[in-house]
């Protein structure tokens, strides 16, 4: 069974527009952590933000939050104010007990 | 001062033949893990070694084997290469192995090209 859905496969944003990147999972697990990766076509994978299944505060990191819904099992990625460099493949992830879980991805392009 | 390494970046390589990948984090963490990313960017997870200990292994050819010296490397091996095993190998290392909690940082990726 899948754990992590990332239903949109691409995404188009305007420079200095925010976007939503959508994350849903699924555990029966307590505790849990879920994790934002970000993939430029360079190749590396870039550690975003993190939310711990019992935060009760999202997660926010420079201009990325973390918009967590744990009744809905949603953890979406909020990019605010987007610039060009900001195109990239983006991850959900979730870990728990010591699996790692990772969703298929969302391909984000800024445009100017 | 990289935090987690891996070595080579590129390997390009005939099928059948055996090839290694290093890899090395400098973070003191006590847990790494090597991933497989194949052509539509999907990123699963094939094993992971705790203070030189296995701790995952998931499904995968017996004609891979990790090796850790030491909790600073694990080295990934894999004997008798397939046109399959085309892919881009994440190396991660995280602090203690809780993976609820920690963060799993990743090399920069190695590109495997069997011909």
């Known amino acids: 069974a899948q754990k992590i859905t990332q239903t949109q496969p691409g995404m188009f944003v305007q420079e200095k527009e925010a976007v939503t990147l959508d994350c849903t999972y699924d555990?029966?697990?307590?505790?849990?952590?879920l994790f934002w990766y970000k993939q430029p076509s360079s190749g590396e994978m870039i550690f975003l933000i993190y939310q711990g299944s019992y935060d009760e505060q999202n997660a926010t990191e420079g201009r990325y939050s973390l918009n967590f819904q744990k009744a809905r099992k949603s953890a979406n990625l909020v990019i605010s104010a987007s610039q060009l460099g900001d195109s990239a493949m983006y991850f959900c992830a979730m870990g728990t007990g010591n699996q790692f879980y990772f969703g298929t991805g969302t391909s984000l392009t800024v445009i100017p | 001062d990289t935090a987690v390494s891996q070595t080579p970046k590129y390997l390009v390589t005939q099928m059948g033949n055996d090839k290694s990948i290093k890899c090395e984090q400098n973070?003191?963490?006590?847990?790494m893990y090597w991933y497989k990313q194949d052509s539509k960017k999907f990123l699963k997870i094939m094993f992971s070694y705790n203070n030189k200990e296995l701790i995952i292994n998931e499904t995968v050819p017996n004609r891979f084997s990790p090796k850790s010296p030491d909790k600073a490397h694990l080295n990934l091996h894999i004997n008798s290469l397939e046109l399959g095993d085309s892919a881009v190998y994440f190396c991660?290392?995280?602090?203690?192995?809780?993976?609820?909690?920690?963060?799993?940082?990743f090399g920069p990726g190695t590109r495997l090209t069997v011909l």
């Open positions: 555990t029966s697990d307590q505790s849990y952590g």
């Open positions: 973070l003191g963490h006590d847990t």
């Open positions: 991660a290392s995280s602090q203690d192995g809780l993976a609820g909690i920690d963060t799993q940082y």
